[in-house]
């Protein structure tokens, strides 16, 4: 990319000030580039509370001008983050949640990112196995994917007659070189799930049942994709990720209907059930008694 003028730089830091949240400012979106989208943000010069999208593409995004220190939340609510520079790069798999991020610029190049986002189906249709998956990646440098991603910028910027095949081609090499370095061996992704896996999970449903736990937010525990962990966590235990959160809570009900005076209704929250009644129809439908028959029994 062309440095920036004094002016530029001077006009753009202005702008940053400004924004409450990434502000796009070039996209493809109505080029009609196929499997690909790719947009190019002007990013605050300080932001909390980001949570990015959950999408159903392949993401890369490249810090390609500014720097930044940017921090995300880790499961224990500790913030933990590192300083990312023009060049580094993020890759998020298909479907992954993101973080809660702050972050706040570093230097007074203002900072800009490209975000390119590859249709999943492009990886089936390059061989994207059952037993592979991408690895999510953040901070890491790969000067090809970086040159990719700042061509089809430049064609974002200046565009000409041939760029959708560009796109398509350069789409191609990114999937490619994607699939021939940045997948987990099919050996990591065949069942059954360890032991150390499962207690990992168990313990962090126990600790959050009066949570909505939805399928994502369990894949993340053990690093899998939602699609890997649904498939190894039935090889493995023999039931779904749904119905075993579900057994927890019912457990847990019975638990607290057995040996405390809590009501049904504080039972129902703090075992993660929508309402009582959602509570009770359940309950009845896996012990076969109303949750107050079975503290009568007990």
Request: net charge neutral.
């Amino acid at each position: 990319m062309r440095p920036l003028t004094t002016s530029q730089r001077i006009a753009l830091r202005a702008i940053q000030r400004k924004l409450t949240e990434p502000l796009c400012f070039l996209s493809s979106e109505e080029l009609g580039w196929q499997d690909v989208l790719v947009n190019v943000f002007h990013e605050p010069l300080e932001l909390s509370g980001w949570v990015g999208p959950v999408v159903p593409e392949v993401a890369l995004v490249l810090m390609a001008r500014g720097s930044m220190l940017l921090e995300y939340k880790s499961d224990d609510g500790r913030w933990k983050g590192r300083t990312y520079r023009p060049g580094h790069l993020f890759l998020k798999p298909a479907g992954r949640e993101t973080s809660e991020l702050r972050w706040h610029s570093i230097s007074n190049e203002p900072m800009q990112t490209v975000h390119v986002h590859i249709n999943n189906d492009r990886f089936c249709a390059d061989g994207f196995g059952e037993n592979t998956e991408l690895i999510g990646r953040s901070g890491f440098r790969d000067p090809l994917l970086a040159q990719i991603m700042l061509a089809l910028r430049q064609e974002l910027e200046q565009p000409s007659q041939t760029g959708r095949l560009y796109a398509e081609s350069a789409t191609q090499l990114l999937a490619a070189h994607l699939l021939h370095h940045y997948i987990a061996p099919a050996a990591l992704l065949e069942g059954p799930l360890t032991q150390e896996q499962i207690q990992c999970l168990t313990d962090f449903v126990l600790v959050h049942l009066h949570q909505k736990l939805p399928l994502e937010l369990l894949a993340k525990q053990v690093d899998f994709s939602p699609y890997h962990f649904a498939r190894l966590f039935r090889e493995t235990t023999g039931e779904s990720p749904h119905q075993f959160v579900l057994r927890q809570r019912i457990s847990h009900a019975k638990f607290l209907l057995s040996s405390t005076g809590l009501s049904i209704a504080q039972i129902a929250v703090e075992c993660g059930f929508a309402n009582p009644g959602h509570l009770t129809q359940t309950f009845k439908r896996y012990v076969g008694l109303t949750p107050s028959e079975y503290r009568n029994f007990n």
